[in-house]
């Protein structure tokens, strides 16, 4: 039921948060994590600016848990790919539980920062930096020019510059 008029927090709470648990539940396969996420979604809520009127409080609420889902999901992947490559590695050169999560968790926070960027400027700057291709062979797998290379990893230095600078 959306009320055409802004709610409090707490009565928002208590008309949506079983609502968007089921909601979420769907996606995520998991009870537990769906009230996790649905709590996070109304922390998110109460951490706008205190004018913030929401007169659709489940489309706004929904839009919210979207965006932590798909999060979910992109950590999901990039944890599978890195255990991925752990497991074609070979034992004695696998790091060891402390360094993997340090690893994982370096990789989490590169990807937040890259977050903005669009896939081939991501991948570019990824190519460039951690796998050490030459602009010509960046623009070799992305079926792109060494200008527009140039110009992804640009974007690239600038996301991290910004992260640094704030």
């Given at each position: 039921m959306?009320?055409?008029s802004p709610q409090p927090i707490d009565l928002m709470f208590e008309s949506h948060f079983r609502w968007l648990c089921n909601r979420l539940r769907g996606q995520l396969g998991c009870t537990f994590i769906a009230e996790d996420v649905a709590s996070e979604t109304f922390a998110q809520v109460l951490a706008l600016?205190?004018?913030?009127a929401i007169k659709e409080p489940r489309a706004l609420l929904t839009?919210?848990?979207q965006r932590l889902v798909y999060d979910i999901w992109r950590r999901r992947d990039l944890e599978r790919a890195y255990l991925e490559l752990l497991a074609a590695m070979p034992e004695q050169s696998q790091p060891s539980p402390e360094e993997s999560a340090l690893v994982l968790q370096s990789l989490l926070a590169v990807e937040r920062l890259l977050d903005g960027l669009s896939t081939n400027a991501r991948a570019a700057f990824l190519y460039?930096?951690?796998?050490?291709?030459?602009?010509?062979?960046?623009?070799?797998?992305?079926?792109?020019?060494?200008?527009?290379?140039?110009?992804?990893?640009?974007?690239?230095?600038l996301c991290c510059y910004a992260a640094t600078s704030t």
């Amino acid at each position: 039921m959306d009320i055409a008029s802004p709610q409090p927090i707490d009565l928002m709470f208590e008309s949506h948060f079983r609502w968007l648990c089921n909601r979420l539940r769907g996606q995520l396969g998991c009870t537990f994590i769906a009230e996790d996420v649905a709590s996070e979604t109304f922390a998110q809520v109460l951490a706008l600016p205190p004018a913030t009127a929401i007169k659709e409080p489940r489309a706004l609420l929904t839009t919210i848990a979207q965006r932590l889902v798909y999060d979910i999901w992109r950590r999901r992947d990039l944890e599978r790919a890195y255990l991925e490559l752990l497991a074609a590695m070979p034992e004695q050169s696998q790091p060891s539980p402390e360094e993997s999560a340090l690893v994982l968790q370096s990789l989490l926070a590169v990807e937040r920062l890259l977050d903005g960027l669009s896939t081939n400027a991501r991948a570019a700057f990824l190519y460039s930096q951690v796998d050490g291709l030459t602009y010509a062979e960046i623009a070799a797998k992305l079926k792109v020019s060494t200008a527009r290379v140039q110009q992804y990893v640009a974007q690239g230095l600038l996301c991290c510059y910004a992260a640094t600078s704030t």
